[in-house]
């Protein structure tokens, strides 16, 4: 067993002075005073000096990151998942982006079949396919090559295996797109996450999306209409939507700051999720790095296509959360929902994830004053300390 002592406790409900908490292998076993009381003698102990302690953090799109990319080499997403938690990523969905249907089903048995032996770090709770059913006049930074519609006859072939126990947990979508309509359906039936993004859907085409079974937007306001006072498009259907979540890069580059406090301002902590977007370039310093084909020109603040085009971010998911305080104002506990508890409900797994309560998965992080990652425990193990990788 391992006992954190003398910390604050903060989760989106919970705040607790000098509070405690017992794991006991990859489960939370006891918190606040049942965890001093339960804690047999010989406990390693863990003195959290006043740091405060919260849930770890779940990013639903990840590309890859310290110069590996999915999409071009799925064999990475283990050795990135084992350095996540140094910004405290604790579990995730590594991101695939447009590519042929062959790379994706790499990908989903690689996450099923591939974990090394004693594996330790951020857990792949399954797939994101971002893409290969998107409108090409919002492809973004996905290879028009690759693109498909959604009821062609292989497509719908693949698809067919798709599930969150076969690996696969959202798919990002054009809702516009012919056949998308019983694509949506279909998938939601299965208990996946079904997103628009990289669409060019009227106000009226999200809106039959969202009720055929959509329930969350990939990275709001990028590769979707413009927000217009008589044509709103997506953009106003997620917003005013109570039912979908909406999915933020939070880097000031994506989305500017004053959209940025508009969106919080409808959606809040309930329907705002924070994801990184990140890229190869993540934790690796500026240069050229890949995006499935293609290349990437990354500076100290953004990745750009050769024309331009954005193509992911190099923001860690801890930094997002603070530039969200800083941009809204918002309180610590609402920020961390968007991060914890919001994408853990979203995919089902509020009762294993995204809180600190007994019979969770033990995943928590040490914060210093500045929310700087300090200590990251992944399933119940210490995977990360400051000035120190596991």
């Known amino acids: 067993m391992l006992l954190i002592r003398h910390a604050t406790l903060v989760t989106p409900t919970q705040h607790a002075e000098d509070s405690a908490v017992l794991l006991d292998g990859h489960e939370i076993f006891a918190v606040g005073h049942d965890a001093v009381l339960h804690a047999p003698e010989g406990t390693q102990e863990i003195d959290a000096g006043s740091r405060l302690l919260v849930p770890g953090y779940i990013d639903l799109q990840l590309n890859g990151a310290f110069g590996q990319d999915f999409t071009a080499d799925p064999g990475t997403i283990w050795p990135v998942s084992e350095r996540l938690p140094q910004f405290g990523v604790t579990s995730y969905l590594p991101t695939i982006i447009t590519s042929p249907l062959e790379t994706v089903e790499q990908a989903r048995l690689e996450v099923l079949n591939a974990r090394p032996n004693s594996y330790r770090g951020a857990e792949p709770l399954g797939l994101h396919v971002e893409g290969p059913f998107l409108n090409i006049q919002k492809k973004g930074a996905h290879n028009p090559v690759y ?37 949506i359906e279909e998938l939601a039936s299965r208990g996946i996450v079904v997103s628009s993004g990289h669409s060019n859907a009227t106000y009226q085409e999200a809106l039959a999306g969202f009720a055929a079974g959509i329930r969350y937007a990939t990275h709001l306001f990028n590769a979707m209409p413009a927000l217009g006072h008589r044509a709103p498009g997506l953009t106003a259907a997620v917003l005013t939507y109570p039912g979908v979540v909406a999915g933020l890069i939070p880097d000031g580059i994506h989305v500017h700051p004053a959209v940025i406090k508009i969106i919080w301002a409808m959606k809040g902590p309930e329907g705002t999720n924070l994801v990184s977007d990140a890229m190869a370039a993540l934790g690796m310093p500026p240069g050229t790095y890949v995006l499935n084909d293609f290349e990437v020109m990354v500076s100290d603040e953004d990745c750009r296509l050769e024309d331009g085009t954005l193509a992911g971010s190099i923001l860690p998911l801890d930094e997002a959360l603070r530039n969200l305080i800083a941009i809204t104002g918002c ?60």
Do not use: C, F, N
């Open 147 to 183: 693109l498909r519609q959604a009821d062609e006859a292989d497509s719908v072939m693949t698809t067919a295996t798709w599930s969150p126990d076969s690996g696969v947990r959202l798919v990002t979508l054009a809702p516009e797109l012919p056949g998308a309509t019983a694509m």
């Open 331 to 390: 309180s610590l506990p609402e920020a961390l929902a968007t991060v914890t508890t919001t994408p853990a409900k979203l995919l089902g797994i509020e009762k294993e994830r995204g809180d600190i309560q007994p019979g969770m998965v033990a995943d928590l992080l040490l914060l210093t004053p500045e929310l700087e990652v300090h200590t990251t425990i992944a399933a119940g193990e210490i995977v990360y300390t400051k000035d120190y990788h596991a």
